[in-house]
């Protein structure tokens, strides 16, 4: 097993809030097991940049509350070829970095995984993405408070259904996965949500509509995630205005408010514990693998299984939801 | 000067933060001073369908932190009419009663002031507007909720904006006044706020992010009243990226989330001081006019001189906004 | 199996967010199943005092997302008494309840237990209470909320403690319980969380706090909850001020704001997932259990086993803690 | 007029939301007028250290939404006496400042006033604490997003006080000033307020507790400003728990998390016009000066008259008080 001495610890992909109070586990962490900790600027591009800086313990003092990444992050197509990789390697070489953490999403972890096969940097995933669509975790960093930021929002927009009996369509995060749509729709008493996981049948919803409005329900929430295959908010109210012009119909887009904010106290603690996970996991010699929290239990899943997943979705909460709504 | 036995009050238009206190002032307020007061629900429809009961002091218990309305609120076109204000007056004189509290904006106040010229019913108008635009008032009940709500939106989408180094375009309420996107622009530090009241020029907006991008400034928020004249967030939005392709550009439509919440101390002391004087206008024989709040003392307006009112905006505050972004 | 025609619904001991999401829950559940639902006022007070009354769907509309409990909740020792009981169960025969849905702590659960052996009324107990420490559950209604709530207000104060170098020593409730403590203060950063699951070595705590002084570590938390058994955080403050004079120590207690609020999006599943669980239980001829969720499925425990438990807290949180806010 | 080339900026005494908003402005207003900037650590204290350092438009990037302050603040005896001034004084000379702005409240404006008469160093002071209890201003920078923290704190605890019919007697700040009590009193229904500048008549207030405990009116909330001439709430408490041991008595006291936490936009515009005209006074060749806001116009008043004033409350407010809570 070859000792770990110097790691660096970036963020890629869309930003979740969470990602500083991983990264700065994975410093302090660092720094208690006496390895200099280093910091990688805009995710990938920044290993090819050489945007690279020493961290200390006090670089990371007082961000584990905010949103965002101080370690920026964005898109770097130059990383998928070998001509950037080589690059990248280069660069942490200049710094006798020999591990390397990543916080992100699946596309990240498909990067990390090739690097390491070329290159001898052991590298450790963190799932930092609001759509909990990752398989090998039951969470990922973010998603409690983009759903939480959903709702807040849906709870005000409920206020003003309520006043004037309308109908509201409400567009949540999820292009590839329900989760935000389905545990926001549930905490907020919507009648409908429509997610990927799950078939969208659009005339059912519209016969619910119809017998609500014969029982003088007016005040309708449909929340529907925005990669639903029936389409998002707008081409839902495109269809329901033609079926039903009566309604009072309104469509939000929640939007990239869903992305920020402070992080709640459970993706705080995920994130520190996945951190803290992560540096053990260079330590101890072991690579290429995503951290996952399991049965409240850490696990271990390699890099090229931590894809994206549709999990299944149990359909008693769908039952849930027509019960409840009720 | 007549005595006032029995009043009703109503919210009628968009519905605001706030009014739920108002509400509760002028019930409490009238019970009081010994009054019976009626609860109409859905604005001038129930006037019209006779959807009028009793309130007590209890009915508005625990009411004064909810957003949206208890009593509802409606269009009502039949009311703009002659036989329609008629069927409205029958109602009203079925219970007896001789005094209306109507909450909303100022179209609901011209319907007040028809009504109260053809009937003997003394009407008061409450400023419950999101957008503080209303002659002869400083605040309106529902504005400090809603650029609150939009500021706290505003800054979780810069955590993104920041993570990324991304501009975005963000779209807040306002059709006919700026007053939110300009408060919510300086609270959030925006580059540029678009807003009716002044002639947005489009091309001095792209040489500044164009300047901006040329000191390496990536991070930039534009905030765009839904009424400026070049158009609102997705029209600006395709304006920018025709001539800058390169930046990453988003665009937010903060939508009815503005409308509802909890409202804001400062919400619920305005209605709740502007409930109680309502009564106390109807009692002491005032009739037909407005309670404003104009440098923190109440203030009286005909209800038809309490049109919406492009107020003008101290040309300085611009001067700010460009400084202090910079 | 008998059949379950009627059943009641009550909230017993200290209110938690989400148990108005668990009424709503059981009553829409319950009417799916073409029961009759009862709601009880204040507990088991009032089934003692007869004040019991039908609820439709439309009595729990729009409440999922209120703090407290529309069903009120009271102490009552009369019904630890076998009198007591008798004649609540006379009270529950007069509307011909067959079923009961207890939520609440395991104080209530004691009670449910003694008053289900006696008279032929099968109990469900859902576990509410902000404290988590029900044995037979990974968690129980309202911690998230009010661990959430913990959160922001040590947020609010580590501003302060920052702004003026200053030790902030902070009591959350858990008078049994450490679990708030422990995860408030991961989340926070704390330098040290002094909870009754762990014995608290104050030594170590000066020792600490004197190491950091010397390195010129000026801000520091420490959080403890109410039960620690070195006392509450008054008392760890008069040690600290005694050791160390010179320190600028301010003490916190957060108090009863920990209780109230909006729940939040897990509180709200945990409860409707329950409530549903709870009738679904009744149904099948479940009776005198404790729902729970353990590793996130559903979970039967009996009610005399659903007893207030010191969960074994992992210490390598305890190393978290120590190694992140260093 | 002598010219002014470099300033200085500086936060004392209590910290208070808003003013990193108020450093920003001062700071970016600066580098507009080609002015450079300084930057005082701890207030007084980093001027007798010399913890001076230079600002850019950068220092104050992403602050405006931050409590707490960036500058930090201290007491500074020292500076009390001629001795420390002199000190002070050498040590902004050897930055060649000739400009300073103080956001503090009334003791932090008379070391300036005793400063600039000693030297030549004109000070512009910024009206910055939580208390709105300055002359010459209608606000202060903090007050607005510390009665809006209580009155969210206020509206947490009324869920329980609802859920169990208690009496909750509340403790807020302002040890010489009830602003914060008498709106966050209003703002959350609260039936009696107890502050500094209304002789408390404590059996006025037992005599309606009876009054509401024959009415069956069990949750009341007190409001008490911890400066009451009768006692904080704990002092309340006690003598209301001897007059009616029955009641269900409790007490909280909300303490430091009103002076942190983001904030509000009004307290963000105020901090950022302030810190403008701060500039502006002194580009001007004003000096010794408060910049107040009066009826919505910027005042100034000369330091030695910007004291704590305990402005006169109108009495209509504690009117409204009692008919609204009744």
Known sequence: MKKVNNIAVLTSGGDAPGMNAAIRAVVRTGIY???????VMYGYKGMLTGEIFPMESKSVANIIQRGGTVLKTAR??????????????ENLKKFGIDGLVVIGGDGSFK?????????????????????????????TIGFDTAVNTAVEAIDKIRDTAD??????????MGRDAGYIGLHSGIATGAEHILIPERKTNIDDVIDDLQANERRQKMVNLIVVAEGDEFGGAN???RHVQERMPQLDTRVCILGHIQRGGSPTTMDRLLASRMGYAAVDALIGGTSNVMIGIVNNKIQYTPLDKAVKAKQ????????IVKILAS
């Open 33 to 39: 097991h006496h390895l200099n900790v280093f910091g």
């Open 76 to 89: 770097c197509k130059e990383f998928y070829e070998a001509d950037g990789r080589k690059k990248a390697y």
């Open 111 to 139: 990067g990390a995984q090739k690097f390491s096969q070329e290159f001898d940097i052991p590298c450790i995933g963190l799932p930092g993405t609001i759509d909990k669509d990752i398989a090998g975790t039951d969470f």
């Open 163 to 172: 006043a004037h009996d309308r109908l509201f369509i409400i567009e949540v």
């Open 235 to 237: 081409e839902v109210a």
């Open 312 to 319: 299944k979705i149990d359909p008693e909460w769908f039952k």
